[in-house]
């Protein structure tokens, strides 16, 4: 899929926003309808059919969240891409939680938000988890024969550091939320500090400098992301 194959939806009350938006997007070739309340969006995601929604969460008629909820309940599996303060790191979660695909806090740049598009375009296209050898830098994650190297040197893990790592890969690009990660290796019964160690620990073992890590990104207050596949 080529960006002039892909239509987005802008749901946002702010005009020049939208016309930032239109502007930088349309440069990158994609195709663009506007809605600028949750009523017309509600109007344009059926009449536009669209391959992606950027979708405010704050807007004056219906919420935001109220919108990604009605769209997920109704089966739509398209992307979609929230756009929020970044001072609302309870919003970004719970919009997550409800089937965001990613997010992206303002004010943005337009690298940033090309980039996030493209990630959940090809998620939704291709699960990362698919592939039977997933390979970033030099990390390498066998999904089959449950083999992870770094460079040439096999990483031995724990199965819980393991399970962390394989529902990463299998999403990676996109982040997770702590509440998701908890509820998938621990039945969601467990403190978050719980899944800090264990990410601390397989930091340890895959990455340069764990302290600034390269493969294992934290989203301050939200999850985790795992660097795209190369």
Do not use: C
């Amino acid at each position: 899929m080529t960006t002039s194959d892909v239509k987005i939806l802008l749901v946002d009350d702010e005009p020049p926003i939208r016309k930032l938006l239109r502007v930088g997007l349309g440069a990158e070739g994609y195709a663009i309808a506007e809605a600028g309340n949750g009523r017309e969006a509600a109007d344009r995601m059926r009449d536009e059919r669209p391959d992606l929604v950027l979708l405010d969460l704050g807007l004056p008629d219906i919420p935001g969240h109220d919108l990604l909820a009605r769209w997920r309940a109704e089966k739509l599996e398209l992307p979609i891409v929230v756009l929020s303060s970044r001072t609302d790191e309870a919003g970004i979660v719970k919009a997550l939680e409800l089937g965001a695909d990613d997010y992206v806090t303002k004010p943005f740049g337009m690298k940033e938000l090309v980039a996030r598009i493209r990630v959940a375009l090809r998620h939704r296209l291709q699960q990362q988890g698919e592939r039977p050898v997933f390979h970033t830098g030099d990390l390498s994650v066998d999904l089959v024969r449950r083999i992870v190297k770094v460079g040439d040197r096999e990483v031995k893990l724990s199965p819980k550091e393991y399970d962390i790592l394989r529902i990463l890969v299998q999403h990676a690009g996109k982040v997770l939320t702590h509440r998701h990660l908890l509820e998938q290796i621990w039945g969601g019964s467990t403190d978050v500090q719980y899944l800090r160690v264990y990410v601390r620990q397989l930091r340890q073992k895959i990455e340069a400098v764990p302290d600034q890590p390269h493969y294992i990104l934290t989203e301050t207050g939200v999850g985790y992301r795992l660097r795209e596949a190369e």
